[in-house]
C-alpha cells in the first residue's frame, strides 16, 4: 500500500499540473491574450473564465505534495502498511466499474449523454447496488430528467445526443 499511495500522489499531481496549464489558455478566438491572463478576476465581470479550474487545481496539487511529504515521513496509515493495495475484491470491483465505465463513454456516441447515463446509472444501481429494478430505474430517469433541465435548458450547455437527439426537439420547442 505504501507504493500505491506515493504512485497515486505523483499522478494526480501530474494531472494537477497539466489542469492548471490548460485552465490557463488564451481563448481559441483572440490568441493575442498571455497565458493566465484569465486565472484571476476580471473589472466588471467577476472571476475570469480559468479561475475556478486553475485554483482548484493548484488546491489539489498542494494536497499531493501533502501526501507525499506524509509519505516520506511514514506519518499516514498507508505509507506504513506492507499489504497490498487491492485484494482480490477490490480487483474484481475496480474491473466492474472500470468496465461500466467504458462501456458509458462507448454508448455516449450512441446514444448520447442522457441515454448513456441511463444505461449507466440502472446498470450501477441494480447490478453493483443490489437495489430493486424499480427504485432503480425511478432514481435513473430522474437523474436523467434533472440532467436534461440543469445542463440544457437552465445551463444552455448542450451535451451529446447521439441517435436520440429527435427526440429532444419537442422538449427545445416547449422549454426555449
Known amino acids: 500500500m505504501r507504493l500505491a499511495e506515493i504512485v497515486t500522489a505523483f499522478i494526480l499531481g501530474i494531472f494537477s499540473l497539466y489542469l492548471m496549464w490548460k485552465s490557463g489558455e488564451p ?77 458509458f463513454l462507448i454508448f455516449i456516441h450512441l446514444a448520447g449523454f442522457y441515454g448513456a447515463i441511463l444505461i449507466f446509472m440502472v446498470y450501477y444501481m441494480r447490478f453493483l447496488g443490489d437495489h430493486r429494478w424499480s427504485t432503480s430505474l425511478i432514481i435513473a430517469a430522474g437523474f436523467v430528467v434533472f440532467s436534461f433541465f440543469f445542463f440544457d435548458i437552465a445551463m444552455r450547455i448542450v451535451l451529446p445526443k447521439g441517435y436520440l437527439e429527435p427526440l429532444f426537439i419537442p422538449l427545445y420547442d416547449i422549454f426555449l
Not at 55 to 67: E, P, T, V
Not at 70 to 94: A, H
Open 27 to 103: 481563448p481559441s478566438w483572440n490568441p493575442d491574450i498571455p497565458r493566465f491572463s484569465n486565472i484571476g478576476f476580471v473589472e466588471g465581470e467577476g472571476t475570469g473564465s480559468g479561475f475556478w479550474p486553475f485554483w482548484l487545481s493548484g488546491i489539489m496539487l498542494i494536497c499531493c505534495i501533502w501526501i507525499g511529504v506524509n509519505w516520506f515521513r511514514r506519518t499516514s496509515p498507508p505509507s506504513q502498511s506492507d499489504e497490498p493495495f487491492l485484494d482480490n475484491y477490490g480487483k474484481k470491483m475496480l474491473l466492474t466499474v472500470g468496465l461500466g465505465l467504458l462501456a
